[in-house]
């Protein structure tokens, strides 16, 4: 197939990319700025309230996080399909993603609700602090399938080239998700399950913005809403190995998790702090990744494997030029970092050090995060899986190592994190860029 000559009306590569990026950057902090609200309100309830929510919290986002994929396989489905002129198949690609967002949201929230107790109890939970982690959990649950179906309706609109819309979505959601809670929670006095009441109210008003929106655009162009079942099969294929690398992803974050804190509370706590500094970053990190996936699956889609080349480039210097700034910008606040979270001497000695460690991998991590938006964006679900299995094959032996060493103090979360910014990235981005290098990801066409 002949490539496309790009010409010279089109976009700058700049223009392009930042239009996409910087909306997806306002809307990737909304999730967490909804449970930063939660955690907010809830707190001043009382300890095991807050407890409670936090513990309920991290077993919901562990289930939401491993549907990510909803979003990842949609939009570059419907990308190609842009890319190749054939909007309608771009819509009915969004209409499965939405049906398969649906019913797996119905599922997961049955029986999240009939498993919300025996979950919080294999996380070690007691007494009060069990009791309000059951509640949360147990009135979340008729907000997972809206969860779920944002994750497909944003992949839909990011496909079409729009990342303003979730952007303007996420903060009206955000906004309604703050006034209910306070009222439910304070107003008339439901205590946790208020909180997690009000953002399920948000989280459906959310979905559906998104559901009209997709249910109009389909209409308008003759697409069918029922579900294409061929097409539902077609994207949980996709949608099972996105799955499997995510879980990759997060099972090399949960067995760092579990070598700290045999290191004690102090390391515990720094990581978990150094943790969350890194999840921040990884949203710009991201909002580039995802102007990526929408980008390179147009191209592909109309056949321009040129351009695709051209905008990875771009993105992979913005990556690494991002990643040198913001690692600079972290190492010099490092040693002050620690006095904004906590004011034990040992937590901040030992943030400090893995701070620096960080900061020297954030050019590696600009790098990942850029070719990770472009290999999903190009559909390349299967390879991304198979590296993801191999990559925790390289980190677990160091990780191990890490805990049977047991060097003395900071210096043990030095070589975690060591391990975990410069090892595990390493790996990712090996694996990564010698799939970027070949053409094997450029399939053509929709």
Do not use: C
Not at 279 to 290: E, V, Y
């Amino acid at each position: 197939m002949p490539q496309k000559v790009t010409s010279s009306t089109t976009p700058s590569s700049a223009r392009e990319i930042l239009r996409l990026a910087v909306p997806a950057f306002g809307a990737l902090i909304a999730e967490p700025l909804f449970l930063l609200a939660d955690s907010a309100i809830v707190g001043h309830l009382g300890v095991a309230q807050l407890a409670g929510v936090g513990l309920a919290s991290t077993v919901l986002h562990t289930a939401v996080g491993l549907m990510v994929f909803l979003a990842y396989s949609t939009t570059p489905a419907v990308a190609r399909a842009i890319g190749d002129g054939r909007l309608p198949k771009a819509l009915a690609a969004g209409r499965d993603g939405v049906w398969l967002a649906l019913l797996l949201g119905a599922a997961l929230a049955v029986a999240g609700f009939l498993a919300a107790e025996p979950l919080v109890d294999a996380m070690g939970a007691t007494g009060d602090v069990q009791a309000f982690a059951v509640d949360y959990l147990r009135w979340s649950m008729p907000g997972l399938a809206a969860m779920l179906l944002i994750f497909a309706g944003t992949g839909v609109l990011r496909g079409l080239q729009d990342t303003r819309t979730p952007l303007l979505v996420a903060t009206a959601g955000f906004a309604l998700n703050i006034a209910l809670n306070w009222f439910l929670v304070y107003g008339i006095g439901l205590s946790v399950a208020g909180s997690a009441i009000g953002t399920s109210i948000a989280q459906w008003a959310m979905a559906a913005v998104y559901l009209v929106m997709v249910g109009r655009n389909a209409r308008r162009h003759g697409v069918s809403l029922r579900p294409d079942w061929h097409g539902i099969r077609a994207m949980t294929k996709v949608g099972s190995w996105l799955m499997l690398r995510t879980l990759s992803l997060r099972l090399a974050i949960l067995a760092a998790v579990l070598v700290v804190t045999a290191q004690g509370a102090v390391n515990l706590a720094a990581h978990q702090l150094a943790m969350t500094i890194f999840s921040f970053l990884a949203f710009a990190l991201d909002a580039l990744a995802i102007a990526a996936q929408a980008l390179i699956g147009k191209e592909l889609g109309a056949a321009n494997p040129r351009r695709a080349r051209e905008l990875t480039r771009t993105m992979i210097r913005w990556g690494l030029g991002f990643g040198v700034v913001t690692g600079a910008l972290l190492a010099l606040a490092a040693p002050w970092a620690g006095l904004l979270f906590t004011s034990d001497a040992g937590v901040q000695s030992a943030l400090t050090a893995a701070l620096w460690v960080l900061a020297v991998g954030q050019p590696l991590a600009g790098f990942v995060f850029v070719l990770d938006g472009v290999l999903i964006g190009a559909g390349d679900a299967r390879y991304l899986a198979i590296a993801g299995v191999v990559n925790l094959t390289v980190y677990a032996p160091l990780l191990l190592a890490v805990h049977l060493a047991r060097p003395d103090g900071a210096a043990r979360l030095v070589w975690l994190w060591t391990v975990f910014a410069l090892g595990y990235m390493l790996a990712r981005g090996v694996t990564l860029g010698l799939r970027a290098r070949t053409d094997k990801w450029m399939v053509l066409g929709s």
